[in-house]
């Protein structure tokens, strides 16, 4: 789950520091050195995609900082699946 936006998804690589230029990303505001943090490349969920962001954006790049497992009291959910039209086309 990203702690500032909210949305679940699924971490599908990462690299050990950012590959691109993330100094003026809303998400990196307040964290100490990002340039220096392992970065993930995520598939957010749809439903809360669109409920962050309005829309779906598809892939994100999130600082290890900014993220946080799912709690046993999300997966107790009924809707605790994470859905993204992408999950099965990138995992098949």
């Known amino acids: 789950r990203h702690q ?14 950012p590959v691109i230029d993330i100094s003026n990303w809303d998400g990196v505001e307040g964290l100490d050195k990002p340039m220096d943090k392992p970065f993930y490349h995520i598939i957010p969920d749809t439903s809360d995609e669109e409920a ?12 290890q900082d900014n993220l946080t497992s799912i709690t046993a009291s999300d997966k107790a959910s009924s ?3 994470i859905v993204s039209s992408m999950i099965e086309s990138h995992f098949n």
């Open 52 to 63: 962050s962001f309005g829309s779906t954006r598809g892939f994100r790049y999130v600082a």
């Open 4 to 17: 500032k936006w909210g949305y679940r998804g699924v971490v599908c690589g990462w690299d050990v520091a």
């Open 79 to 81: 809707d605790s699946l």
